[in-house]
């Protein structure tokens, strides 16, 4: 019995050294797992050899980009070309690139308004006068388009003088030059011709026929009905 008990103790301290060097080395693991192991990259540190996603493509073509994004990138331009209401985006060109080649819009005149009419050189914009001197917006049109303006009757026809064509709301007179004299040295100034329907008319505008303008002196202008030259007349009644 004395000698089971030597064995037994002895093998009770075999366990008993085991488990405390077992102990020891999980101690020794748990120490060691608080040491960060260099072979295992640090999430926290960025990489320099990844790329920026974020970070703009510096060798990357303009081409393909819309008109919002090509205006963000400080390296392309963008380009646009006329429209018959504007203009619209073309391309997004890069660094050194020259526009492209815009065709002319091939727009109508008919149904803008007198503004935008006057601004397109292919168009032509209407006005006709009434009697009371309105030059009222009548229409916009191709250029070489014959006026739609007709003709006033404000029965100014009947007033035979300035005196009375003057004394009338509706009325301006209207002027010619008259030379008399010697044909070398004559003698020249303005005569009433007649009394034309409206309060104003149109003074320098455009004309369709072939005659020559009238000479207008002492300040006057020349007075134009639409196709062409109606005389001359007083610049307070021009409408230009």
Request: aromatic share 4%.
């Amino acid at each position: 019995m004395e000698g089971l008990c030597e064995i037994a103790s002895g093998s009770d301290a075999a366990i008993e050294d085991a488990t405390t060097r077992d102990v020891t080395a999980r101690d020794a693991g748990a120490f060691d797992a608080t040491i960060p192991d260099a072979t295992i990259p640090d999430a926290t540190i960025p990489d320099a050899t990844l790329p920026d996603a974020a970070a703009p493509d510096a060798g990357a073509s303009c081409h393909g980009l819309d008109e919002q994004a090509c205006q963000a990138a400080p390296r392309c331009t963008t380009y646009r070309c006329p429209t018959c209401n504007g203009s619209q985006f073309a391309i997004c060109a890069d660094p050194g690139e020259g526009p492209p080649p815009c065709a002319a819009p091939q727009c109508s005149c008919i149904d803008l308004g007198a503004g935008d009419c006057s601004a397109r050189p292919e168009c032509i914009a209407f006005h006709c006068l009434d009697c009371a001197g309105n030059n009222n917006f009548m229409g916009c049109a191709d250029l070489g388009t014959t006026s739609p303006c007709s003709p006033l009757a404000c029965g100014c026809a009947q007033h035979r003088d300035e005196q009375s064509c003057v004394a009338d709301a509706v009325c301006h007179p209207i002027f010619l030059q008259v030379c008399e004299g010697d044909p070398n040295m004559p003698q020249c100034f303005m005569r009433f011709s007649r009394c034309g329907n409206g309060a104003r008319t149109v003074c320098d505008g455009l004309v369709t026929c072939r005659s020559l303008p009238p000479t207008c002196t002492d300040g006057m202008s020349v007075a134009t009905n639409g196709t062409c030259y109606d005389g001359c007349v007083r610049p307070d009644y021009c409408v230009r």
